[in-house]
């Protein structure tokens, strides 16, 4: 899949992450019929994975740099495991709104961001032909 990024800063002073089909704002994350608001720590998340979106997986050190900055030493002693927590409420959060996709944890690399596959045009020309025969 091609990388197709765009990064957009508003007045809130956030960066702004559009993907096709997927959005991070200042208070929300949005995708094709469905939408969720999630709580700033979390959209510090999110807004990191779909920076990151076709780069692989994000390192939990990442993950807890981007969150609490390294001016604070890296973060909380249990920093790790509050990352976790808060992808579990990220992931419950947007399968509640409708969201296809998934947060992957590949063990031992970090998370990424998976997308819903979009069906081809091709698909879609098959399955219209189906329909009409």
């Given at each position: 899949?091609?990388?197709?990024?765009?990064?957009?800063?508003?007045?809130?002073?956030?960066?702004?992450?559009?993907?096709?089909?997927?959005?991070?704002?200042?208070?929300?994350?949005?995708?094709?019929?469905?939408?969720?608001?999630?709580?700033?720590?979390?959209?510090?998340?999110?807004?990191?994975?779909?920076?990151?979106?076709?780069?692989?997986?994000?390192?939990?050190?990442?993950?807890?740099?981007?969150?609490?900055?390294?001016?604070?030493?890296?973060?909380?002693?249990?920093?790790?495991?509050?990352?976790?927590?808060?992808?579990?409420?990220?992931?419950?959060?947007?399968?509640?709104?409708?969201?296809?996709?998934?947060?992957?944890?590949?063990?031992?690399?970090?998370?990424?961001?998976?997308?819903?596959?979009?069906?081809?045009?091709?698909?879609?020309?098959a399955s219209t032909?189906?329909?009409?025969?």
């Amino acid at each position: 899949m091609t990388r197709s990024v765009i990064i957009t800063r508003c007045d809130c002073r956030q960066l702004h992450v559009r993907l096709p089909g997927f959005t991070v704002d200042c208070h929300s994350v949005r995708w094709g019929g469905g939408a969720c608001r999630l709580a700033a720590q979390q959209m510090k998340i999110v807004r990191l994975l779909a920076f990151r979106f076709g780069t692989g997986p994000v390192p939990g050190a990442e993950l807890v740099s981007w969150v609490w900055g390294e001016e604070d030493g890296g973060g909380p002693l249990y920093a790790a495991e509050i990352i976790a927590s808060q992808m579990a409420r990220i992931r419950r959060r947007m399968v509640a709104a409708g969201f296809q996709g998934q947060i992957i944890n590949r063990f031992g690399f970090g998370y990424e961001l998976e997308l819903p596959k979009r069906p081809s045009p091709l698909t879609l020309v098959a399955s219209t032909e189906q329909v009409a025969a």
